[in-house]
């Protein structure tokens, strides 16, 4: 009988020394990047190719009062497809200020929010930073080295696409990117698409109420992409970890020591 107790007690001792000799667990801890790493190099050319078209768009139209034959071409294509009427003026005017300021800062604002909310800091600071910073490029920058008119007003790039269009990237970023929510990829897909056609149909919008050429609308939707994709890049330069963690269950010791 006491050679079966000190057998049980040698047993618990064995056992307690193997449970101190292994590691403490660390907590896995999320990624806080808003780029994969094998998409850094694919947004760096998308970049560089944004701002090569807002470039060479901005020369060929400096100083510019008249539309080009593809402005024209698209503007008729667009009136024959849609038609004319008040009311349909009226809807389509409505629908190109969803790139206008005020809205677009509703957006932004509700971004921040939703990215505060989930835990997704880095998320809201790309927002914040990317959302005013390019539609303010095109309409106190860019346009006014480029000196193209539309009706005597500034026009080249288009501010309203470069809003809409900025916001739509950011929401990409933040859907399909490593902070991307729980999601099925399908709703994730739509709702990227939802903002791509929105896009396509604002800029529609500017050019058939007479608020701009079709290519405006072209150097806008470069320059948010490129804003926002450039802004993404510069945050994930600074590497940073989220707070969340995801920590082994109580009880569990962690894996054996090797």
């Known amino acids: 009988m ?16 193997a449970l101190q000799a292994r590691p403490a667990s660390t907590p896995h801890v999320r ?20 701002a090569g078209i ?24 667009i009136q024959s497809a849609i038609g004319g009427g008040h009311r349909r003026g009226m809807f389509l005017f409505g629908l190109s200020e969803l790139g206008g300021f005020f809205l677009v800062g509703m957006m932004l604002i509700l971004l921040v929010i939703a990215c505060l909310m989930t835990g997704r800091p880095r998320g809201a600071l790309l927002t914040a930073v990317a959302v005013p910073l390019a539609p ?10 480029v000196d193209r ?5 500034l026009s080249f790039p288009s501010g309203h696409t470069t809003g809409i269009c900025v916001v739509a990237t950011v929401v990409a970023i933040l859907l399909l990117g490593p902070q991307r929510p729980p999601q099925p990829a399908i709703v994730r897909g739509f709702l990227v698409a939802a903002g791509a056609a929105l896009t396509v149909v604002v800029a529609m919008a500017l050019v058939v109420t007479d608020r701009h050429y079709f290519t405006d609308t072209i150097g806008g ?4 992409v ?33």
């Open 31 to 50: 990624s806080a990047r808003l780029l994969s790493p094998a998409f850094t190099p694919v947004a760096c050319a998308i970049v560089v190719a944004c």
């Open 136 to 145: 303010g490029s095109s309409e106190f920058l860019i346009k006014h080295i």
């Open 149 to 153: 008119t539309y009706n005597g007003s």
């Open 226 to 258: 490129a804003v926002a994709l450039a802004t993404a890049l510069v945050i994930d330069r600074f590497p940073a970890r989220s707070a969340s963690t995801i920590r082994p269950p109580a009880g569990d010791p962690g894996p054996p020591a090797e």
């Open 2 to 17: 006491m050679v079966r107790i000190q057998n049980s007690q040698g047993q618990d001792d064995r056992s307690r020394l």
């Open 221 to 224: 939707a470069a320059v948010g």
């Open 54 to 77: 807002t470039a060479v768009l901005g020369i060929l139209f400096a100083h510019h009062t008249q539309p080009t034959g593809l402005d024209t071409a698209v503007y008729n294509w």
